[in-house]
């Protein structure tokens, strides 16, 4: 095809992408149906991955729960377990004889089950051993969300090296090996929807959180490249939804502060209102959400604007130092467990 022609016809295409974008802030798109699917939940046991176990149930998913706690997870299970039962009485308490939707009518609740796995995903052999697990006893997962993370707190020169090691593996690393191990069935079926749980510090940093910010611009990294490699395989049956949430209210991140006179207008996220958000996006194939709207107005002016402007918003913003009080808080708080300790 001659070259200038090409170019019209991607013009057009880009130019036709930003309409489809328009029209479906204005349209909202019809959610899929995940009912009677394996959906694995990394970090399940508490935070976000407990809300979206929650969430997928709601939806007659069939879960599959990771966490490196086998007591918050179970926790998590029972709660789901306590939603297919109310589930299931509604089933039973519904009119004989009357047909339901296509997604009630994919699995009876009183069929869909959970199913809690004790899994370090720092750590990739776990992860492969238990993935086979997932395989022989559950079937093949449909969905999967890398949503286990960690924070380790500390300022990069006092932080010791097997934290730094820690946070990259789970943040980031096992984000390949979960892949790696349930992408393949899933290339083959041409069916699937990968899930990465990252944060707007995965797109723009702040200081203190070297070594969390890393891991999250490399989980990003990761995702990205993953979904331009699934297009360029054509499988466009696997779908693929980064999320991308502001401070999240689950303790993570406790004494977290930015400047006083702007912590109103943009305050810490409830967790359930970021998993609704994230839910909205990955049962409407949306590639990417950022949450609130306005991170992706601070992503783009971070890409075109001088650092040294950067510096002058962050400062302005109280977000230059706004983990320090945070990281106070973990060095006091292991302090005082030294101290109880005796050590």
Not at 121 to 133: H, I, L, Q, W
Not at 217 to 231: C, I, M, P, R
Not at 289 to 298: D, G, N, Q
Request: glycine residues 6%; proline residues 4%.
């Amino acid at each position: 095809m001659n070259i200038l022609v090409e170019l019209f016809v991607v013009t057009f295409r880009v130019l036709w992408a930003f309409v489809l974008a328009a029209a479906k802030w204005l349209v909202r798109p019809k959610e899929k149906s995940v009912a009677g699917q394996v959906c694995l939940i990394t970090g399940a046991g508490s935070g976000l991955g407990r809300l979206f176990a929650l969430e997928f149930a709601r939806r007659r998913a069939l879960l599959v729960l990771w966490d490196i706690n086998t007591q918050s997870n179970e926790e998590t299970a029972g709660m789901v377990r306590h939603i297919y039962r109310e589930m299931a009485q509604e089933a039973a308490a519904a009119a004989p004889g009357v047909a339901g939707d296509g997604e009630k009518d994919a699995l009876p609740p009183c069929n869909l089950q959970v199913y809690t796995y004790t899994c370090d995903v720092g750590k990739r052999e776990n992860v492969y051993s238990t993935a086979e697990r997932v395989r022989k006893e559950v079937g093949e997962v449909s969905v999967l969300v890398n949503n286990a993370g960690v924070v380790s707190g500390h300022h990069l020169l006092e932080c010791p090296d097997e934290l730094i090691e820690r946070t990259m593996m789970v943040n980031c690393h096992a984000h390949f090996w979960t892949t790696k191990a349930f992408l393949p069935k899933m290339l083959e079926m041409n069916h699937g929807h990968i899930v990465t749980v990252a944060s707007s510090l995965g797109l723009f940093s702040t200081a203190g959180v070297e070594d969390y910010c890393a891991s999250k611009f490399g989980a990003v990294g990761f995702h990205e490249s993953l979904s331009h490699e699934l297009k360029a395989a054509e499988k466009d049956g696997i779908k693929t939804t980064l999320v991308c949430p502001y401070l999240v209210d689950t303790g993570m991140f406790r004494g977290c502060r930015i400047r006083k006179e702007i912590e109103p207008f943009l305050p810490p996220l409830k967790p359930e209102y970021c998993v609704k958000q994230a839910m909205r996006a990955i049962l409407t194939d949306q590639p990417m959400i950022c949450t609130p709207r306005l991170m992706y107005m601070v992503t783009f002016m971070k890409s075109i604007l001088p650092f040294e402007a950067v510096v002058c918003m962050y400062r302005f913003l109280g977000a230059d130092k706004c983990m320090y009080p945070f990281i106070a808080q973990r060095k006091q708080a292991t302090n005082n467990n030294e101290a109880k300790n005796g050590i």
